[in-house]
Structures are given as C-alpha cells and as structure tokens.
C-alpha cells in the first residue's frame, strides 16, 4: 500500500533528463507479459520516466506493441489494454492509474483487497508455467491470489481459508503438509516427496520436508497450480504447485511500510504481530528490498498436570532480504536470502474425554523449527528468447518432545533437511500465442531423523519390544536418505487456428536414493544401507480452444511420479515400479467485460501404487502400501461485482475417492485429510468517504466436510463438517489503514484434526481455534 505521492515508479536510468525522443516517432519493440515489463521497456527505448499509480496494474498481461510510433502512442495503447489512464506531467514524465471515478473523485490508492484477483482474472500472469502466460491462455487449472491477507493468520496456512482446492493436515506451523484437489497420501511427514510443491518464485522451499509454513509478509500473488506437474517440476509435485510471487525491489522509489496488531483468543490468551517493509535503491541499478516481522500468537489449550494454561503459545520471527541488480537492458541478477523460526510451548491438541481445550498429558510437549534459504535468480533475454537460470540452497529444522503414552516416559524426535537445487530454461513466446519452453534440472536432497525415546526401568510387557529384545531405559534410532536427481524438459505450444492451441511436452528423469538407518536398541542395531535408481519420463499434452471472446475451454493430460522408498526396515516390495499418477484435467472459464469470471473444471485421476508414511516420531522411517485409486474432483467458482459497491465470490469443490486395490487390513475410507466437499461463499462492500478515507468491509464462510482421520491400517475417527466465518472491518486514509478482523466468528466448535501423535491416537485430537480478534494498524511511508 503506497499514497499517491510515492507511487510505483518505473524508470529508466535517463529518467530525470528531458527526453527529446519523448514526441518523436519512433521503433518501439515491446515484449508481451506483464505491464512492468512493458513499462520498463518503453522508458529505456524512448528516454521517458513512467510512475504507476495503481498496484493492481503492473502484473496484468499486455500484448506485444510493435512498430514505429511515438511513445505517447505505444503508452496509451498499453494503457488501454488494462483499462487505464496514460497521463503527461512533463516533457518526458507520464503517469499511468485508474480511469478516474464518474464522480470525479480522487481515487484511494491501496493493496488489492485480500484473496482477490488483481485486476481481470484473464489478465493475471501465470508465472508457474514457466513461460508468463495469461490465465486466459493457460491450458490448465490454476488459481490465482492477490495479496494474501495478513491478520490473525499469516502462514501459508491462511491459504486454505481463501481457497476450496487446499486441505491441511492442521498439525500447527512449521510441521503441516499441504494438499490440491484431493491428492493426499498422509497426515504424517516422512522421507516421502512432498505431494505439492512449494515455491518461491522460480525456487524450490522444500522437497520431503513438511511446509515451513513461511509468513506471506510483501507477497504480491499466490499461484496453485492443480493436479501433477511433473513434466515441467518432476517429483514432489504430484499433487500441484503453489508458488509465492513476492514483491521485488524497485530502483525508482524509496519506500517503507510498518505495521502491528493486538490479538485474543476467546477461552484464551491474547497475542501481538509486528512487521516492516523497506525499499531502499542504491544506485540506479541496484535495489533491495527487506521484510521482517515477529509474531505471538496466543494459546487456547489447558494443560493442568503442568499448571499451564492457554499452554500452545507460539512464536514466529522470520524475514527476507531480496537485492536486486539490473547489469543491462533486459537482464536482472537477484539475490534472496530467507529466515525463520517458529517455537510453540506446548501441544495443540486436546483430549477427546477431557473437558473442553484441555490436555491431560503429564509432560509439556514443546516443538520449534528453523528454515533458512538463499537463492540466486538470473533473468534476462537473448534476442528473441527468455533466459531463468535459478539455483537454492536450504536448510530446514524440526524439534519436537511428545508424551508416548507411558508413564514417566518422554520421547524426542528430531529431523535436518538440507536441499540444493538447479534450473535453467530457455522460452520463445509469439504474438500468435504459439511458443516453447526447455530446460534441465538437478536437485540434491538430504534428510536425517532421530528418535530417543527415554524411561524408568520397568518390569512389565513392552510394548515398544517390536524387535524381541529386552526393554532398555532408553532407545535411539536414526535414519539418513540422500536423493540426487537430474532432469531435462520441454513443453511447447502451437496455434494452429484463430481459435484453437495444442500443446505437448515431456521430462527425462534421472534419480538415485541412498538410505542408512542405524537403531541403538539393547544390543546395538546397526542396518547397513541401501540404494535405488529411478529412470522415467513425464509427458504431457493439452488442448485449448477459444470459441468467442472472454470463453476458453481446456483439456489436459498430465503425469507425475515418486520414486519407491528404500526402506531399511519395513519389508516392502523392491520389484515393484515406481509410484504413478495419470489425471486428466478439463476446464472452462468465462470472463465478461463488466468484471464477472467463472470457471468449472473437473479432474480425473488414476493413481497407482501409491505409497504413505505410516507413521511419524518412533518410526520415523515406516512407509506403506496404500493401494490403487480413483479420484475424481469437480471444482466450480465465480466471482464479481453486485453494484454499489459489493463483490462476492463463492466456489465449491466436490472430491469423489475410491479404491481400485487396497492393502489387506486397510479400512474401507478414502484418503486421509480429504474433505467430501468444501465450499466457500464471501462478500465484500467498500465505499469512499470524502478525498482521502474508504471504508472496507470484507466476510466468509466456508464449509469443511468430513474427511477420514487414518494412518496405515489403523483408523483414528472423523474430522471436519464444520463452518468457519471470518470478517474484516478496514479503514484507509491517507497512509494509514485501521483494521478490526475476527476469525471463527461463530465460536464454532469441530475437529480438524482427529490423530494427533502417534501413540495417543483416537485420544487427543487438534480443535478449531476459537473466536479470535485483532485490531490492526498500518502505516506507509
């Protein structure tokens, strides 16, 4: 959010001189994509300074302008395009906003409301398909969201209530799993490749690891790409991808943002948020841009055997750094380093029998984990075609302490991520929409893991004795993994009429994976290690058709895959192939001129072998047989303006789970964490008051279905089928923005999670947040 006097600005290194070219007719040559991209072209072409004074403006598409023209010309054709308004405040000095108001009044410039488009929804850059097409051009099911909402939630988490395609597993932040359109395989994080992939811009966050649960602090748009994406992503992507688009640096403005809040839990504690944005250029060809922010979130648990209460406190302090450096026309170098560390004091979880939100575990259950990343991006272009070459290495930590349902027992489980990972691609896009993208991959992922679980001696049967020896006072097991994998890809396009685009691709995989265990156990255990090779290929294929303007239809094939886990310990098959996903993806999305889009899509999936990390903490390194299946996931959404003011949204999302072949002993349930259906409705009403104040009023509901609480052959119940509203009150003038939000407004009681730790399984179980306020302020600088 940034007053009109310190707008976006796009300018080139001559900007402050007066520019003769500025009136003259001239070649102008201006690539499609987004608008800042355009814009930043056309001020280096035609020695011109350019300001953006609408933020919901530089990520929409614009066509390729070509020819010889003045610059006023190729500015108001620009301008046109994303509905908006070129105006001259000096010989070489443009602005480019909002077509003013009917009433003539100023408009208020601010962030676009959160969980929204920014701007038409066709208009929007999809930047996951590695070639910045428009969504109105993509053959696939993709949702986009504008500025995420910071508030009482800030994670990737906060995702799920702004969406009807995300599920979680709930488990609290820092140790979540995120899943797209039905696609899950465990609430438990193992040595598994994650199911979705997580991105930060062109980098991959992590690999097997659970989401770090990174704060969405300065991010401009969350894509999520739907159903697996293995010809462009390879492995741990089965599922989708969602990929953060943050904010860059800006050479042109010095800017800042600080804000804060005060929060409380109902039945609870009460917490504080803090955070800071700083644009600072250098020169005029170098920029950083830095974000921090800490956070206290207050508990709402009981634990009276250690006389706590409101036990679950958690706090998050994290930030970013990006330094971008602009070498010359058309190229950009940036470095981006990531902090964070999230600690909890407690659980979150309640017992079921106990009164409730309350614990009666004996021993504090603590947890806290730390993800720090550096990344390298090289942008730039050679003649005609696109160079990304991006490369990221990260580190990821999770601690936890839990109660194994033994008296005077504790258990510590402990698991280090490490990742490296590469790619560089080339892309070639036409006016016609034909084009083709290429690249090679490599990634290098290592997980450790260790147990100790610890006890008084005891005389009794044990039942942890699962390898016939006599009960220590203590146990250690450990296991390592090491994946290597290399890759090249391609996926090209071709219009082959005015109204009809084909498109075809595949991936070349080349993976290896090294397993050590070691298990301390009364005699010592050791387990020497073990290896597999993986070779396959990813294809794909898609049609899209556009039959008259604002309509697109879309059919896609797409496959992922997941090499076998070697497993130390647990028997399983090692003759058997690697894990597979087959989904076909079908679609049609409409968008009219008065602002109204809608889109329907179905996917259906052939899923085989599928594999899942049984269990989580003792035996850390379990995986299992989970059979064959079928899934089929209908989506519906639409989205626009009411009059007046008001805007509404609503979407639903229908998964239908069967099992072609299940393993014996497995229970007649669906997935886990798949709710049968999700649905979500919103609303919102803004209206200006005077020059410098609006007033917005932002609200939902969404619906969470049930969904099967399981893990291997044991079933632990039911969770979900539950409604969680939420409403925001917001005041902006001039620089400042006033909040009041409450989420939970109900005070709605359910289960969203039905497990909780292994050994106490069916016992305990994590609760829907009460009703939770916050008084937000924010100011911009």
Request: proline share 6%; hydrophobic share 40%; glycine share 12%.
């Amino acid at each position: 959010m940034i007053p009109r006097a310190a707008a976006w600005l796009l300018p080139c290194p001559l900007a402050a001189l007066a520019s003769p070219a500025a009136g003259q007719v001239l070649a102008i040559d201006l690539p499609a994509g987004p608008l800042d991209g355009a814009i930043d072209r056309l001020a280096q072409q035609a020695r011109v300074s350019i300001a953006i004074d609408d933020r919901t403006l530089p990520k929409r598409a614009v066509p390729r302008v070509h020819g010889r023209m003045t610059a006023a010309a190729a500015l108001h054709l620009l301008a046109r395009h994303v509905g908006a308004e070129a105006r001259r405040v000096g010989s070489a000095t443009w602005r480019l906003g909002p077509r003013p108001a009917p009433s003539g009044r100023p408009p208020v410039v601010r962030d676009p409301p959160p969980g929204r488009s920014a701007g038409p929804a066709g208009d929007m850059i999809v930047w996951a398909s590695k070639r910045a097409a428009p969504v109105a051009s993509f053959p696939g099911s993709v949702e986009v969201i504008a500025a995420p909402p910071i508030g009482i939630e800030a994670g990737t988490s906060a995702l799920v209530a702004r969406s009807t395609i995300i599920s979680s597993t709930y488990r609290g932040s820092g140790r979540e799993k995120l899943f797209v359109r039905g696609l899950a395989d465990s609430s438990f994080s193992g040595r598994l490749q994650s199911m979705t992939g997580l991105y930060l811009g062109d980098v991959r966050l992590t690999y097997s690891a659970s989401d770090p649960g990174l704060q969405l602090y300065d991010i401009a748009t969350v894509e999520v790409m739907q159903g697996p994406q293995g010809t462009l992503y390879g492995s741990g992507s089965m599922a989708g991808i969602i990929r953060l688009n943050q904010r860059m640096p800006d050479r042109g403005v010095i800017s800042a943002t600080v804000g804060g809040g005060l929060s409380a839990v109902t039945h609870g504690a009460t917490g504080a948020d803090a955070d800071a944005v700083v644009n600072l250029p250098l020169t005029d060809r170098l920029a950083v841009r830095a974000v921090g922010y800490a956070r206290s979130e207050g508990g709402f648990i009981d634990k009276p055997a250690t006389g706590r209460r409101d036990a679950n406190r958690a706090t998050i302090d994290g930030g970013r750094v990006t330094t971008r450096w602009w070498p010359g026309d058309d190229w950009t170098v940036d470095a981006i380093a990531v902090a964070q560390a999230i600690r909890t004091r407690d659980s979150q979880y309640a017992t079921i029998d106990a009164p409730p939100l309350t614990d009666d575990g004996p021993i504090a259950e603590p947890s806290r984990s730390g993800y720090a990343a550096g990344h390298l991006v090289v942008n730039g272009r050679l003649g005609e075609v696109g160079l990304v070459s991006a490369t990221g290495v990260a580190r990821q930590r999770f601690d936890e302490r839990f109660w194994p349902a033994v008296e005077g027992a504790t258990a510590d489980l402990t698991r280090r991520h490490r990742l490296l990972s590469h790619e560089t691609r080339v892309t070639r896009s036409t006016d016609g929409g034909s084009g083709w993208v290429a690249g090679l991959a490599f990634t290098r992922a290592r997980s450790a893991s260790r147990y100790h679980y610890t006890e008084a001696p005891r005389t009794e049967a044990d039942p942890f004795d699962f390898f016939g020896l006599i009960r220590p006072t203590s146990a250690t097991l450990g296991i390592a993994e090491t994946l290597t994998e290399a890759a090249v890809f391609g996926e090209g396009t071709v219009r082959v009429a005015s109204f009809l685009t084909l498109g075809a691709g595949a991936r070349a995989v080349w993976g290896g994976t090294r397993t050590s265990s070691e298990i301390s156990y009364a005699p010592r255990l050791a387990i020497t290690g073990r290896r597999r090779r993986e070779r396959w290929v990813l294809p794909t294929a898609s049609l899209l058709l556009q039959p008259a303007r604002g309509v697109t239809a879309y059919a896609r094939y797409q496959q992922g895959r997941r090499g076998r886990a070697v497993a130390p310990v647990t028997s399983l098959p090692e003759n058997r192939g690697s894990e597979r996903l087959d989904v076909v993806d079908t679609g049609l999305r409409w968008q009219s001129r008065s602002g109204w889009h809608a889109a329907v899509s179905a996917q259906r999936t052939r899923w085989r072998q599928l594999q899942l990390d049984v269990f989580e903490g003792f035996l850390d390194f379990a995986q299992g047989e989970g059979g064959d299946w079928r899934i089929i996931s209908l989506n519906a959404a639409i989205d626009g303006p009411l009059g007046a003011g008001v805007s509404m949204d609503a979407a639903v999302t229908v998964n239908d789970i069967r099992a072609d072949a299940r393993p014996a002993g497995a229970p007649a349930l669906g997935l886990p964490d798949v709710a049968n259906v999700i649905g979500r409705v919103g609303a919102r009403w803004k209206r200006r008051i005077g020059r410098d104040m609006q007033i917005d009023i932002d609200g939902w509901a969404r619906y969470e279905g049930r969904s099967p609480a399981a893990f291997g052959t044991i079933v632990a119940g039911r969770q979900g089928d539950y409604v969680r509203t939420a409403a925001t009150i917001a005041i902006d003038r001039a620089a400042a923005r006033w909040s009041l939000s409450v989420d939970n407004l109900l005070d709605s009681r359910a289960t969203r999670y039905a497990i909780g730790t292994l050994f106490r399984a069916g016992a305990i179980a994590t609760p829907l947040q009460p009703r939770t306020f916050r008084i937000g302020y924010q100011h911009r600088f």
